[in-house]
């Protein structure tokens, strides 16, 4: 079981906008800013897409957003296109461990 | 821009030990943390540990701390992990990746090296 709790699918037309949301504790998304996202698709390494609650990477498109409300943090992905079917994964540092945990991913649909 | 190249066996039989190898190219060693992941098929990913540009570990995994091993040759810009007697269930690709210390994500990842093992 994973120490952060994610969809394990969601799923969205084209042009929509999608939220994945990520559930932790105090110990982790509830006092830390150090929530991160990634994209990853089959076979590939995961990429960052947002770091630090609301930072993009040089190079992720602004159509990637994230947020962070208490001990839950989420990703929005607006004007969904094809290519973002692929699983998204949370990350959160966590005081349990002095390291980071994962959620155990949503895998995005596009209709 | 900086690379994380990975190698090491990717069949191995039950009770042999996992070695890895992730060399960094194209960026400094010091000022981040250096991370070993895996993905088992089709789940999602686990940290194994990490260790920083003093070869201090900071980080091990609680289930497999038995077993693990991370070290590093800052000179040649490379850190290792190790997994002794291993056995099916662990089977996954895995991965090493940067972690700047300032903002604890994982900013650059290796491709992957799938690990089987089998008698």
């Known amino acids: 079981q994973s120490a952060l709790t994610q969809p394990a699918s969601v799923s969205g037309s084209p042009g929509q906008s999608i939220t994945i949301s990520c559930t932790g504790t105090?110990?982790?998304?509830?006092?830390?800013?150090?929530l991160s996202w990634y994209q990853q698709y089959p076979g590939k390494a995961p990429k960052v897409m947002i770091y630090?609650?609301?930072q993009r990477p040089s190079g992720v498109s602004n159509r990637f957003s994230g947020s962070k409300s208490g001990n839950t943090a989420s990703l929005t992905i607006s004007g969904l296109q094809a290519e973002d079917e692929a699983d998204y994964y949370c990350?959160?540092?966590?005081?349990?461990?002095?390291?980071?945990?994962f959620g155990g991913g949503t895998k995005l649909t596009v209709l | 821009q900086v690379q994380l190249q990975q190698w090491g066996a990717g069949v191995l039989k039950p009770s042999e030990t996992l070695s890895l190898t992730c060399a960094v190219y194209?960026?400094?060693?010091?000022?981040?943390?250096w991370s070993w992941l895996r993905q088992p098929p089709g789940k999602g990913l686990e940290c194994i540990g990490k260790?920083?540009?003093?070869?201090?570990?900071?980080y091990y995994n609680p289930s497999l701390k038995s077993r693990v091993s991370i070290s590093m040759d800052i000179h040649k810009k490379q850190f290792f992990l190790h997994l002794s007697s291993v056995t099916a269930a662990d089977r996954a690709t895995y991965y090493c990746?940067?972690?700047?210390?300032?903002?604890?994500?994982?900013?650059?990842w290796g491709t992957g090296t799938t690990v089987t093992v089998s008698s």
């Open positions: 990350c959160s540092f966590t005081a349990d461990r002095g390291f980071v945990v």
């Open positions: 630090e609650v609301t």
């Open positions: 105090i110990s982790d998304i509830g006092t830390y800013d150090w």
């Open positions: 990746a940067r972690v700047p210390y300032t903002s604890f994500h994982l900013d650059v």
């Open positions: 194209g960026g400094p060693f010091s000022g981040f943390f």
């Open positions: 260790i920083d540009e003093f070869g201090v570990i900071s």
